[in-house]
């Protein structure tokens, strides 16, 4: 009597686990990608636990003799207050991402569903939505911010809401570009023939499509907003002093260079620097890890 054997098909692995083997793979694939990702990664453990870690409190004046130079208890050297800059960097790590982050994803959402619909659908609201992109990117987007902040008021959310609201057009090309041309491809009318409904095919179809060179522009768009909120604090029109922001602390530092207190601007400066460093960097990498194309 003979036994019959069963053969097993070997099991997929979950979409969680494929996905973090793909991610490995295109850190290991790209070696600067990893370097923007371990960057990241400091610069969102700063954002988080920063004002804990900061060895003195970043308001205080006089912790140190006013404008020291770089010493081993004041690694960064004080500023004309006497306050520790290595503090205030720390801390201003929470404020600037919060700025950035909030008015990208805004962005973002916003944006590209505004894009996918004009893209998709065409007519009218193709062309109210494009004429209106065209209206806001005639301004220069600075100077665009500025207005924005300067008849709202320099609060946190408004500085938000103006970094938002210039950056809306890039995500409303983008996704109508990646729409449009994908809105007669095979596989959607293969949904269409299938009793799909305009939503899923834009939700489920479409959109997830639009996603690769949209991570892109989020990657761009983050050090771009925080150049933003940092030029805005620099000129008077952003984060209120006293608070700890970057740009606050180069424009304090500024009058000092000459008189050769170099450190008051430098420190910020080159924080602010690496972390726009950071995310241009990043944009290759989360559009290897985004787009489906690249899935191994």
Known sequence: ?????????????????????????VLAD?????????LFLLFVLMACIGPWMAPYDPLASNVGPSLQAPTAKHWFGTDALGRDILSRVMVATRID??????????????GGLLGALAGYFGGWMDR????????????????????????LGNT???????????????????????????????????????????ARILFCHLIPNALPPMMVQISLNMGWAILNAAGLSFIGLGVSPPAAEWGIMVAEGATYIISGEWW??????????????????LGDGLRDLIDPRKRT
């Open 128 to 151: 109210g939505i494009m004429r209106t992109c065209d209206m806001v990117m005639s301004f220069p987007l600075f100077v665009l911010a500025m207005g924005i902040v300067a008849a």
């Open 97 to 110: 991402f919060i700025i950035a982050l909030s008015a990208v994803l805004s962005s973002f959402a916003i």
């Open 30 to 38: 790209n070696p600067f990608t990893l370097v923007a990702a371990v």
């Open 156 to 198: 946190v959310f408004n500085i938000i809401l103006a970094t938002a609201l210039v950056n809306l057009p890039f995500y409303i090309r983008v996704a109508r570009t990646e729409v449009n041309v994908r809105r007669e491809a095979g596989f959607i009318e293969a949904a269409r023939l299938a009793g799909n409904g305009d």
């Open 264 to 281: 008051v601007a430098l420190f910020p400066g080159l924080v602010l620097m690496l972390a726009v460093f950071t995310f241009n960097l």
């Open 1 to 25: 009597m003979s036994v019959a054997t069963l053969s097993v098909a070997p099991s997929k692995p979950s979409s969680s686990k494929s996905f973090w083997l793909h991610a490995r793979y």
